[in-house]
């Protein structure tokens, strides 16, 4: 079992920048291919980066490409999204997910991911 605890949203202008950190205990976290999606009412929950288990492979979202970046420490079992030049779009709650993989095969569906933090709000003002 792993539990993954999402931290680091909040309420930011338009322009500014968050880090989201998501912290996992449990089994051996570097066996884990991890990602971040997010979701806002009435939608589904879409990818927004995803990161292989070794943190040599990455992927977005092409609506944040350049402007966030994903990132793990297999030290501290952390994963971590740093978000830059955030606009009101980006406005939704953030989950980390992480399942695990036998490769650097790295997963953008929902359902392909076993496990879930609780999400953080990220809230973009104008």
């Known amino acids: 079992q792993v539990q993954l605890v999402e931290s680091g949203g909040g309420l930011v202008q338009v322009g500014g920048s968050l880090r989201l950190s998501c912290a996992a205990s449990?089994?051996?976290?570097?066996?884990?291919?991890m990602s971040w999606f997010r979701q806002t009412p009435g939608k589904e929950r879409e990818l927004v980066a995803a990161i292989s288990r070794s943190g040599g492979s990455t992927r977005y979202a092409d609506s944040v490409k350049g402007r966030f970046t994903i990132s793990r420490d297999n030290i501290k079992n952390t994963m971590y999204l740093q978000m830059s030049s955030l606009k009101p779009e980006d406005t939704a709650v953030y989950y980390c997910?992480?399942?695990?993989?036998?490769?650097?095969?790295?997963?953008?569906?929902?359902?392909?991911?076993?496990?879930w933090g609780q999400g953080t709000q990220v809230t973009v003002s104008s």
């Open positions: 997910a992480s399942r695990e993989v036998y490769s650097s095969t790295i997963y953008t569906r929902p359902g392909m991911y076993d496990y």
């Open positions: 449990g089994r051996s976290f570097t066996n884990y291919g």
